[in-house]
């Protein structure tokens, strides 16, 4: 993997830090819950998934990867509310922002080790299948956009 590929990942790490600011702001009509949530659950996901990567055992990896994930990975979109987020990551009640910012740097640090990670390194996921290494970038980002664009649209 080249590590130019993570640039785009960078990028939403940025973008995330940009809105801890306005962490408290909501509107029900886009989303029930403010967007500190959005950010907390994007972070934990993120760290969930690299972290499991580097905990798996590549020779058990197998290509299981479901066809909704392709078409989600094609089109890189995820639809609003058609999923519900698993337990593991699922943010507390109270959401606070050196919680955030904590998760941030974490996340900083799992982007670096996205590229050395075995090509059959993977998560499971539960509609998607088994995700490698050759897929993660894609998924963390297409997860990551669609939470941001929730946020920017509680912002308007």
Do not use: C
Request: hydrophobic share 40%.
């Amino acid at each position: 993997m080249k590590a130019s590929n993570i640039t785009v990942l960078q990028n939403s790490l940025n973008q995330i830090e940009d809105y801890i600011q306005h962490s408290e702001a909501t509107n029900i009509t886009i989303s029930k819950v403010n967007v500190a949530w959005h950010l907390d659950h994007s972070l934990k996901v993120f760290n969930a998934v690299v972290s499991n990567m580097q905990k798996s055992d590549p020779s058990t990896y197998e290509n299981n990867f479901s066809f909704i994930g392709r078409i989600i990975f094609a089109l890189k979109y995820i639809p609003r509310g058609k999923a519900k987020a698993p337990k593991h990551v699922m943010p507390s009640e109270i959401i606070l922002v050196e919680d955030i910012k904590t998760q941030l740097a974490e996340a900083r640090q799992h982007i670096k080790t996205i590229p050395t990670l075995d090509k059959n390194a993977y998560f499971k996921h539960p509609m998607f299948g088994n995700v490698n290494t050759s897929r993660v970038v894609r998924f963390l980002d297409a997860h990551t956009t669609h939470h941001l664009k929730i946020v920017r649209s509680i912002l308007k």
